[in-house]
């Protein structure tokens, strides 16, 4: 069974820019969640999707932003590109939202440097 | 506001000597506590998943227990593959949806 796929998995963009993300959850998971990692922060929650439509934001400002496609593949997409973007962004799938705790799984992630 | 802390920060063990490492939480309606462990330039890798006090988890040299306040993930004999960044997250039910809250993570050094 494939795990949770995340392209691409380096990349490296200038200030301004704008950069989208995709990630492909384990077959049959429809919840994709979304998180940004730093040495300074942690892993912090971005967003989660189920079923197409966006069930939880955490505190990041509007450039980022996301959404799910009907097989459940999702995208993120940051836009005006700021230096402290620069980070490890994980993707996560489960099989279900909400209710009693399921297992999450992680995807490699992917880098992303801002110059 | 809810809230997971891990310690150590950083932990070094000789080969084989034995060590635990701590996850303490404040969250309300706790639905899940997860251990993970990530490799550097990697996702983290899930482990154990423990639901209510009392319960626990094995897996090889990795045992992971649940209090009603805090969980510890206990290595026996380790070796110098257990060398990871071990996370903790917490995983609660408020505003009607689920929250996945991680600790900062300790990691462990294991040296031969």
């Known amino acids: 069974k494939a795990g949770v796929t995340q392209t691409p998995r380096y990349l490296i963009k200038t200030r301004g820019q704008q950069v989208t993300l995709s990630c492909s959850p384990i077959s049959g998971h429809r919840s994709v969640s979304w998180y940004q990692q730093t040495p300074g922060q942690g892993l912090q929650f971005l967003f989660e999707?189920?079923?197409?439509?966006?069930?939880n934001k955490g505190n990041f400002p509007g450039r980022f932003s996301g959404r799910q496609f009907s097989n459940s593949r999702s995208e993120m997409n940051v836009s005006t590109l700021e230096l402290g973007d620069s980070a490890l962004y994980l993707c996560a799938s489960s099989s279900k939202q909400g209710n009693s705790g399921n297992t999450i799984y992680f995807g490699e992630g992917s880098w992303l440097t801002v110059v | 506001e809810d809230q997971v802390t891990q310690s150590p920060e950083a932990l070094r063990l000789q080969e084989g000597e034995s060590s635990s490492l701590n996850c303490s939480y404040t969250v309300s309606g706790l639905r899940g506590l997860f251990w993970y462990r990530q490799d550097p330039g990697k996702g983290p890798e899930f482990l154990f998943t423990?639901?209510?006090a009392g319960e626990e988890k094995e897996k090889e040299r990795l045992k992971a227990t649940l209090t009603k306040k805090e969980s510890f993930l206990h290595i026996t004999a380790p070796k110098p593959e257990d060398s990871a960044t071990y996370l903790c997250a917490v995983q609660s039910f408020s505003g009607g949806y689920n929250k996945l809250i991680f600790g900062a993570g300790t990691r462990l050094a294991v040296h031969p």
């Open positions: 423990l639901y209510s």
């Open positions: 999707y189920f079923s197409e439509t966006q069930r």
